[in-house]
């Protein structure tokens, strides 16, 4: 079936509205409804088989209840439409975009990427910037840097740069990605002088890539990321559209990237494997996906994706991130219908997840999806759950447009 980039907006355009994100219940407002719109940041690009790919951005907030579309320039270029302000926190380091009754005229926004006539503030990626490192380990390896084996010691533990990789993204250890910001300050990736970032050899890399929205900033050579380091909200930043396209450039069953040169920095085979293979073994299924999720009450599936097996127990419960999952989850260890080698970022405030999609047999649609929201752990439901029911329901949604597009 045929469908065109006007067509794949419309129906992400849709799938989002059909939510109903405004209505979500705050725990900051004492469970009452969200009220305004929150700030959504979706992209999707689906590879039909035989065809073009076909891409789409939307992006909603409480300025643009309705959505609005990124304008695309061609060949999958840069977003033409839409200036993105960087989130923002305050001189204590909280993070106020987003608190109730937040007053969006008095904060002093930042410039992040773009001169459109539409305004957007990209939230924080939470532990999605995790990406962004692990994607730099693999272009550090290439250049001669370092290598996947390398001894990284941090916080007395010595470890190879590939166990760290993994734990940083397969769990999302917070501690693994700090000895990697600490190897990335240690082999001067990053550089620092008289307390201010000088060098960021990441940001030349991801502007290379025509990425210019990707953003590492001010983090410390002892690996502090966070906003206690003077880093984390506002700093480090990625929106749909670069983050979508980054994993194009990533996924090794794609079409070459279309807005790149042929000088364009690739991936060495061996890097790319390291870094696919941290994704796949993903075991936070539950943001667009939420097959570790299926034992709680009142599960909502979310795009039907592979639970890697190694988080399950003989029993069927999980184990993930020091969090215990109950239920019998061994179904979707054994019975998915597609392998999502992806990303996860969860804190109060904030929920993303982006990844590559492909169809396990007898399914074969292949697609990338990316989304950043503000849309935290306070809008959950109870304490083992990530975020709102909507979000895995939004995954579900876009995939039923996929499986209907990609497979008739």
């Known amino acids: 079936m045929s469908f065109t980039h006007a067509d794949?907006?419309?129906?992400?355009?849709?799938?989002?509205?059909?939510?109903?994100?405004?209505?979500?219940?705050?725990?900051?407002?004492?469970?009452?409804?969200?009220?305004?719109?929150?700030?959504?940041?979706l992209a999707v690009v689906a590879f039909p088989r035989g065809a073009a790919p076909v891409f789409a951005n939307v992006l909603f907030s409480r300025e643009h209840p309705q959505g609005l579309v990124a304008e695309i320039a061609p060949g999958a270029g840069a977003v033409s439409n839409i200036s993105y302000l960087a989130d923002c926190q305050?001189?204590?380091?909280?993070?106020?975009?987003?608190?109730?009754?937040?007053?969006?005229?008095?904060?002093?926004?930042?410039?992040?990427?773009?001169?459109?006539?539409?305004?957007?503030?990209a939230p924080y990626p939470a532990s999605l910037l995790k990406l962004m490192v692990l994607v730099g380990m693999g272009l550090l390896v290439d250049l001669g840097r370092s290598t996947w084996e390398s001894t990284v010691s941090y916080a007395g533990q010595r470890r190879s740069m590939a166990d760290w990789a993994f734990d940083m993204t397969a769990s999302s250890s917070n501690e693994a990605t700090s000895a990697l910001v600490a190897h990335l300050h240690a082999v001067g990736v990053i550089r620092r002088h008289a307390g201010l970032e000088t060098h960021n050899e990441l940001h030349r890399w991801f502007e290379t890539l025509g990425l210019s929205s990707l953003r590492l900033a001010n983090t410390r050579a002892d690996g502090g990321w966070g906003n206690a380091a003077g880093s984390g909200v506002g700093h480090c930043?990625?929106?749909?559209?670069?983050?979508?396209?980054?994993?194009?450039?990533?996924?090794?069953?794609?079409?070459?990237?279309?807005?790149?040169g042929a000088d364009a920095p690739r991936l060495s085979d061996?890097?790319?494997?390291?870094?696919?293979?941290?994704?796949?073994?993903?075991?936070?299924?539950?943001?667009?996906?939420?097959?570790?999720l299926m034992g709680l009450p009142a599960w909502v599936p979310g795009l039907?994706?592979?639970?890697?097996?190694?988080?399950v127990r003989a029993d069927g419960t999980a184990r993930v991130a020091g969090t215990d999952f109950p239920g019998d989850l061994r179904p979707a260890t054994s019975q998915p219908e597609l392998l999502f080698a992806h990303k996860t970022g969860n804190t109060q405030n904030y929920s993303a997840n982006a990844g590559?999609?492909?169809g396990l047999a007898p399914a074969t649609r292949?697609?990338?999806?990316?989304?950043t929201s503000n849309l935290g752990s306070r809008y959950a439901p109870e304490a083992r759950l990530a975020t709102t029911w909507r979000l895995p329901a939004l995954g579900a949604a876009v995939d039923a447009v996929m499986r209907g597009w990609l497979e008739a």
């Open 8 to 41: 794949l907006a419309s129906a992400l355009l849709a799938a989002v509205r059909a939510q109903a994100f405004e209505q979500t219940p705050d725990s900051l407002q004492g469970g009452a409804p969200l009220g305004l719109h929150p700030n959504i940041d």
């Open 90 to 121: 305050d001189a204590q380091g909280n993070s106020i975009a987003w608190l109730p009754g937040a007053d969006w005229s008095q904060m002093n926004w930042r410039a992040l990427s773009g001169r459109g006539a539409q305004r957007f503030v």
């Open 237 to 260: 930043q990625m929106t749909a559209w670069d983050t979508v396209r980054l994993l194009w450039w990533l996924d090794p069953q794609a079409p070459p990237a279309p807005w790149l």
């Open 270 to 292: 061996y890097s790319r494997c390291q870094i696919l293979h941290c994704l796949r073994e993903q075991g936070l299924h539950e943001i667009l996906s939420s097959g570790l």
């Open 304 to 311: 039907p994706a592979r639970l890697p097996a190694r988080w």
């Open 356 to 358: 590559i999609v492909m």
């Open 366 to 371: 292949r697609y990338l999806i990316a989304m």
